[in-house]
């Protein structure tokens, strides 16, 4: 059962844990006729996992802040106007400062939910799972190639790369932009990442003997990537909010 602490860490409920793993489920059903909204759905719902398991800190309220409320009951109309603008500029203030650390709390989560550690072992499971049979039920999904994994770069890199996939939700939602993946299908070359080549360092280029080929690419998180980490960290984290019987 969930438990019904009221912390940071155990506020899930059984419903909006339900509603999480529905957005999962829609996103599966629509990899295949919509790209963008499925792998928006995916981010989602790690996102809303990740609204639950920290809150977003207030900004520090000024020194004079409940002077300034107070003023609000001035018989003085200008004062009063005065007082009611400053009350409406902090709400607007402070949900731009709380905002401002949806980022943030989406890579902490995924982090400290699923490490970068379990992302390829979990990926490798399934594969083990079906054993021999597995080239045969996926014959695009495994590379016959060396491919770049997540245990092959920095900390920092991953964590670049997970804050780009972020925005690609928000683009979506908010201007209408298409995420930049390419395949929309399982790689038979990568499962972890998807390299592109970035037009505006490409445009920008200048070759000298230091160039380096590798700096005009972008690496991006993969569908089948996403789709793990947020089975992981999701799952990991209703486990860690749930009392035994």
Known sequence: KFSKTDNSKSRLTYNSFFQIMRLFQLSLQNKKNDFDLSFSLLVASIESAATFYS??????????????????????????????????LWATFSQVEKDSQLSPRFIR???????????????????????????QKYPHEVSLQPELTPNSLTDEELQ??????????????????????????????????????NPNRYNK????????????????????????IARISITEYAKSTTTKP
């Open 55 to 88: 809150k977003a800190l207030s900004p520090k309220k000024p020194d004079n802040h409940k002077r300034w409320l107070e003023l609000r009951e001035s018989r003085d109309p200008i004062i009063s106007s005065l007082a009611q603008k400053y009350e409406e």
């Open 109 to 135: 989560f995924i982090f400290e939910c699923a490490p970068k550690e379990t992302w390829e072992a979990t990926i490798d499971d399934d594969l083990l799972r079906d054993g021999l049979d597995y080239r």
């Open 160 to 197: 670049d790369i997970i804050k780009k996939t972020y925005s690609y939700r928000s683009n979506f939602i908010h201007k209408g932009i298409s995420t930049p993946h390419q395949e929309h299908k399982n790689s038979n070359r990568n499962r972890f990442f998807e390299k592109i080549l």
């Open 205 to 228: 280029r200048n070759y000298n003997n230091d160039f380096d080929f590798e700096s005009l690419f972008d690496l991006h998180a993969k569908y089948e990537l996403m789709s793990c």
